[in-house]
């Protein structure tokens, strides 16, 4: 009988741990049967291989012309699914938190405690709560400021010798990060020496950043000499935006309320965040999603106008048209104007789906399974959007290396499903600064377009790289003739 018994527990605890090992796989093991790669490293996954595809968007490219529509990947211990077809996306919509693990290179200058960061309730209310920043509303309310920089853009240009070429890149990050800090971030940024500084010790960190980000970099390796560089910009740029923060605190804490200035975000942060370092981070995190969106949205806007001079000439129509309509001493574009270019848009959505300028987005369920194309996927898998594939890929963009804005005609756009041109994300927490980016874009290219013909200076600048990170931006500065519109 005892030995019965010792037999039958033997094989009780035989049969549980095989059934314990079968439901929670070891780490590394792929814990769904979603095709994809093995790790290449037991503790960096498969990052190794995005540093050695050039960057994250190239290597889902790569991922996904392997493995299909849907594909798996380690990101260091991190389990990952990434959907590479728009109609995946519908399976995915709900979810609402992000995997902090996929973005653990931003939290030297986001931190933990961004909006970014948070997830549950609390997330979604945050979001919901500094997105109010830039409603629809606020961007009507900042149109003024957007005309008065623009035109500023205009008359300087105006100096220009004819023939000469401007560095594109360089002149439309510095604009848009005035036309942010000039509308979001208050008193600091009245005076302009403060942008400029700003803008420098961000590009500096970004770049560095990044670089983490594809396994190029290791910024806290002893010895590193670029990696003590981004620790010492780190700070400077850290302790510009508590100068940011006081400047406005200081002015809001008088009772002249014509002493403060409109700064709905930095107001918005000032009134509801618990401390300095919260409003820290919100304002990183926003800097990181605004300025650096906008600016290269107006980047490859400009740039394939520049390359394509019948589509150039039809926009600067309909810019002439609509202008016409204007005072002619004083023109300035408001929210009725900005509906009446519609092929203008059609170009700004185009220069976004060709740019794969916002390559990646990610979400993350950490208590449930979830279904994707009939494949059980287990809690805590971070689900990647490759929005870089879904907008480049030909079932739904015939001759996707084709820039053609007539793919966002009216009519087109009616026989396409929404979720097949997502660039800005997908659900309640999609980016929350593109209403803002959009809003910028239409008034800069149109008092840009309506004054100036732009042509690429070299051959060289006809065929410009993109250079993939969080944002696209391109490879080597676009050098462009801006010569009067005749």
């Known amino acids: 009988m005892l030995i019965t018994f010792v037999i039958f527990a033997a094989v009780f605890i035989l049969g549980l741990v095989c059934f314990t090992i079968y439901l929670v796989p070891p780490a590394g093991k792929k814990q769904c049967s979603v095709p994809g790669l093995e790790p290449s490293d037991d503790k960096l996954g498969n990052i190794p291989d995005i540093t050695q595809a050039g960057s994250f968007h190239e290597f889902l490219v790569d991922l996904h012309e392997k493995f299909g529509s849907i594909a798996s990947f380690w990101y260091g211990a991190q389990f990952c699914v990434s959907l590479g077809e728009w109609k995946l996306f519908k399976d995915v919509v709900q979810l609402t938190d992000r995997p902090r693990s996929i973005f653990t290179a931003l939290e030297p200058l986001i931190g933990t405690r961004s909006v970014r960061s948070l997830n549950g309730p609390t997330g979604i209310s945050r979001h919901r709560l500094l997105s109010e920043a830039f409603s629809a509303k606020n961007c009507t309310r900042f149109l003024p400021e957007f005309n008065k920089i623009s035109m500023e853009l205009v008359e300087n240009w105006q100096n220009i010798p004819k023939d000469d070429h401007i560095p594109l890149h360089d002149y439309m990050m510095a604009l848009a990060i005035r036309l942010l800090t000039s509308t979001q971030l208050g008193a600091y940024f009245k005076v302009d020496a403060n942008t400029m500084e700003f803008q420098q010790l961000y590009e500096s960190v970004m770049a560095d950043l990044e670089a983490v980000m594809n396994g190029d970099l290791t910024v806290d390796e002893k010895g590193n000499t670029r990696g003590k560089m981004f620790q010492k910009n780190l700070t400077a740029f850290k302790t510009k935006v508590a100068d940011i923060i006081s400047a406005q605190r200081n002015p809001r804490n008088r009772t002249d309320s014509q002493a403060v200035p409109s700064a709905p975000l930095l107001d918005t942060l000032l009134t509801n965040s618990a401390d300095d370092e919260e409003i820290m981070c919100d304002i990183m995190a926003f800097v990181v999603e605004g300025f650096h969106s906008t600016g290269?949205?107006?980047t490859w806007t400009l740039y394939y106008l520049a390359i394509h001079?019948?589509?150039?000439?039809?926009?600067?129509?309909e810019v002439e048209k609509v202008f016409s309509k204007l005072d002619k001493n004083n023109p300035k574009v408001h929210d009725k104007d900005i509906k009446e270019l519609k092929y203008l848009g059609q170009?700004?959505?185009?220069a976004i789906r060709s740019s794969a300028m916002v390559p990646m987005a990610a979400r993350i369920d950490?208590?449930?399974?979830?279904?994707?194309?009939?494949?059980?996927?287990?809690p805590n898998t971070a689900i990647v959007q490759a929005l870089g594939v879904?907008?480049?890929?030909?079932k739904t963009f015939k001759e996707p290396n084709k820039f053609d804005p007539d793919r966002f005609s009216p009519e087109a756009?009616?026989?396409?499903?929404p979720l097949a041109f997502s660039p800005f994300g997908i659900g309640t927490r999609k980016c929350p600064g593109h209403k803002f980016a959009f809003s910028e874009t239409f008034v800069v290219v149109s008092h840009l377009i309506r004054k100036f013909t732009?042509?690429?200076a070299f051959e060289t600048d006809y065929f410009v790289e993109p250079k993939y990170g969080l944002v696209t931006k391109p490879e080597t500065e676009i050098w462009l003739k801006v010569n009067p519109r005749e």
């Open 390 to 394: 879904t907008l480049q890929e030909p």
């Open 413 to 417: 756009t009616k026989k396409r499903n």
């Open 366 to 378: 950490e208590t449930k399974d979830l279904k994707i194309g009939g494949f059980r996927i287990p």
């Open 296 to 298: 290269n949205l107006l």
């Open 347 to 350: 170009v700004v959505d185009e």
């Open 454 to 456: 732009l042509t690429p």
């Open 309 to 317: 001079p019948e589509i150039q000439d039809k926009v600067a129509k």
